[in-house]
Nanobody
Framework: QVQLVESGGGLVQAGGSLRLSCAAS????????MGWFRQAPGKEREFVAA????????YYADSVKGRFTISRDNAKKRVYLQMNSLKPEDTARYYC????????????????WGQGTQVTVSS
């Protein structure tokens, strides 16, 4: 059974940084396309960033491009999200996910979800 466990969330002031981590167990991590999504209260879950199984390709939502960086370590079975220049509108619960297809950003393409980690950005 595949499991994803996120960590690294917290409270940070606007302009600050956080690094989220997602640890995977079960399955063959090095074959998975991975992604990060987020969900703010009262809003739908939305795509944030994705990385291909090899780590050679990445893409981002326009709202985070230039501020967030997704990366992975296949040997450690981890995927990361470095978040810089955080804004209050980045406040949400962030979810790690295994995606069926790298280039599809919809939540319907997700095969497995983690339980999420809360990120709160104060103004």
């Amino acid at each position: 059974q595949v499991q994803l466990v996120e960590s690294g969330g917290g409270l940070v002031q606007a302009g600050g940084s956080l690094r989220l981590s997602c640890a995977a167990s079960g399955g063959t991590f090095s074959s998975y396309n991975m992604g990060w999504f987020r969900q703010a209260p009262g809003k739908e879950r939305e795509f944030v960033a994705a990385i291909s199984w090899s780590g050679g390709s990445t893409y981002y939502a326009d709202s985070v491009k230039g501020r967030f960086t997704i990366s992975r370590d296949n040997a450690k079975k981890r995927v990361y999200l470095q978040m810089n220049s955080l804004k209050p509108e980045d406040t949400a619960r962030y979810y790690c996910a295994i995606k069926q297809r790298f280039s599809v950003s919809g939540t319907g393409d997700v095969l497995y979800w983690g339980q999420g980690t809360q990120v709160t950005v104060s103004s």
